[in-house]
């Protein structure tokens, strides 16, 4: 694998999707080990970094289900521009809570959030430049581009998340132990 | 009682005539997969998952249907047997809606238990987001249809053991569904002792106790084999 560019620190960049954001809070939960990592790569983004362009990265932590059109644009931009793409947690990889509403249709949806349950009925918002649109059904990640690696979880661990990362870093297989799906 | 002879992944073993390979190979600690099979309650092969190689047979055989036969050679862990249930175990995740971080037995699920054990990380199949009903009715107890894998363990505890026959299937394929009664509300069957034994035994989330959170409950089965003991040994022991 050999994730590991010219000034020999690995890249990382990390995307927020249809998710709940907990598996970004998973990998917060590494603590000092933050510390342990950066000293060995480099964050180059991530759902808080003001970027216009998608920087070039090793490896990539995508935390979400592709739910809408401004999902679908951007997974497919990360995919080009990353070397190793890591489904990371349920979302990403099963489309899990976020794609709870596939059963039903978007207008069902939109309807009864914005309409049938709402006290101030201000209209029913949809794709436009301003607020990207639903997509028809939420997909898991690797149904619209090539993933790399898979981290099940709701969230994953912050074990999980710190020897999957070192590994990819450290060029080697993530080990698989204590592992659970779904 | 007439003893049979076999060997199950190189190692010989005995069992008597007319006992499934399954249950010979636990007998031998070799844990053959499985979803539908439950102690206590006859075998259906309904899974699929228990199938085995024997030597000289061109199908598989689900070892839960299959008695053992003197001199069969039985292989049960070949790639060829991991890759099909990895992809039976993937097809079951696909057909229905198994959200497993918002279900009562995350982390304590058969169904999960397996794709772990098979390597499964995500998969492969196009997921189908049917539209599917939760029966909450009954007073202690609910259905969730999205968490069903259609195993029938349910149906068997409840017909053989409980003697209510309660449960049943209708449609085919993909369209089963469990129903209670003649599809009424579960609240409502007549025929139902509120007794819980299809809860305990049912390998998912799909009927669960009410009153339960996330993670929360933990399947009990050990009153099949006090029954089944009393049953066949007339022993009352737990």
């Known amino acids: 694998m050999g994730a590991v560019n010219g000034n020999g620190k690995a890249t990382l960049a990390t995307v927020w999707l249809g998710g709940c954001s907990g598996c970004h809070m998973s990998l917060l939960d590494l603590d000092e080990r933050l510390l342990d990592l950066a000293s060995k790569m480099e964050l180059k983004a991530s759902p808080l970094t003001d970027y216009k362009d998608f920087p070039e990265v090793d490896v990539v ?5 592709v739910a809408n059109s401004e999902h679908l644009e951007h997974i497919r931009t990360v995919r080009e521009r990353s070397k190793i793409l890591v489904s990371f947690g349920d979302c990403a990889v099963t489309g899990n809570v976020t794609a709870m509403r596939n059963a039903f249709g978007v207008d069902d949806v939109l309807n009864t959030a914005y309409r049938d349950n709402s006290t101030v009925i201000i209209g029913i918002p949809v794709g436009n430049h301003i607020v990207p649109g639903l997509l028809e059904r939420v997909r898991p990640v690797h149904e619209v ?13 912050a074990d999980a998340i710190f020897e999957f990362v070192a590994a990819l870093i450290e060029g080697r297989e993530p080990s ?7 | 009682m007439s003893v049979r002879t076999l060997e199950i992944d190189g190692k010989a073993v ?46 598989l055989v689900a070892a839960c249907m299959t008695p053992v036969e003197e001199g069969m050679v039985i ?18 995740f696909a057909e229905r809606n198994h959200i497993c971080a918002v279900c009562v037995v995350n982390g304590a699920c058969e169904l999960q238990d397996l794709a772990a054990s098979l390597g499964i990380d995500h998969v492969r199949l196009r997921y189908r987001f049917p539209t599917l009903s939760v029966d909450t009715s009954h007073e202690r107890f609910g259905l969730d249809h999205n968490r069903c894998v259609l195993c029938s363990r349910c149906i068997r505890v409840c017909d053989e053991v409980e003697g209510a026959h309660t449960w049943d299937f209708s449609g085919r394929g993909v369209n089963s569904l469990l129903i209670s009664d003649l599809g009424e509300a579960w609240g409502e069957s007549e025929s139902c002792t509120s007794c819980g034994k299809c809860v305990q035994v049912c390998p998912t989330g799909a009927l669960f106790a009410k009153g339960k959170m996330v993670s929360e409950m933990r399947k009990d089965r050990r009153f099949l084999k006090y029954i089944v003991t009393a049953r066949e040994k007339h022993e009352w022991v737990r």
């Open chain 1, 145 to 157: 581009v090539k993933v790399d690696y898979f981290l099940p979880g709701c969230p994953p661990s």
């Open chain 2, 75 to 92: 292989r049960t862990n070949t790639e060829q047997l991991l890759a099909h249930r990895r992809l039976i175990v993937e097809l079951l």
């Open chain 1, 176 to 182: 698989l132990e204590g592992r659970k799906f779904g």
């Open chain 2, 14 to 59: 005995t069992g008597v005539a007319g006992q499934s390979i399954f249950s010979v190979a636990w007998d031998n600690g070799i844990h053959i997969p499985r979803l539908c099979h439950v102690g206590g309650v006859s075998d259906v092969g309904a899974c699929r998952l228990c199938m085995v190689e024997v030597e000289g047979q061109r199908k």
């Open chain 1, 61 to 65: 932590l995508v935390e979400g289900a």
